[in-house]
């Protein structure tokens, strides 16, 4: 059955409230996420169960998603913690490249705009 659905735990969205709020971990939001009608072999079937993952942590992320700067990071946290959670969890090679093909690229567009700021 694990390899055919898999259960986002979102530790970042009670880590976001623990300094504010004691949180026992009895409180951890979760979504399982259904993925047996995609062929992971594909890097079509990759692409879409990385949407449906992070479609979920947004999801279980949006409690934290305000207007003000600390909540925002705190969403972007969540957000990123959440989706590096379920795809350490599924455990699929394809998907794991993918993940990281996707914040890495981010990563490198945000030094690049750091670089040109200087």
């Known amino acids: 059955m694990h390899r055919f659905t ?4 979102i530790l970042a969205l009670t880590l ?3 300094s504010a709020h004691a949180v026992s ?5 979760s979504v399982v996420v259904h993925f047996a009608d995609l062929d992971l072999s594909r890097s079509e079937g ?6 449906r993952l992070k479609g979920a942590a947004k999801t279980l992320c949006e409690p934290l998603n305000a207007r003000d700067l600390e909540m925002q990071m705190n969403f972007r946290t969540c957000l990123q913690s959440a989706l590096s959670a379920a795809v350490a969890n599924i455990d699929r090679l394809a998907l794991t490249a993918y993940h990281e093909a996707q914040t890495n690229s981010r990563h490198e567009t945000i030094q ?3 670089q040109q700021n200087r």
Not at 25 to 29: D, P
Not at 46 to 51: E, K, N
């Open 6 to 9: 898999t259960t986002m735990m």
């Open 16 to 18: 976001g409230f623990q």
């Open 25 to 29: 971990s009895q409180n951890v939001t």
């Open 46 to 51: 990759v692409a879409a169960l990385y949407r």
């Open 112 to 114: 690049i705009a750091q």
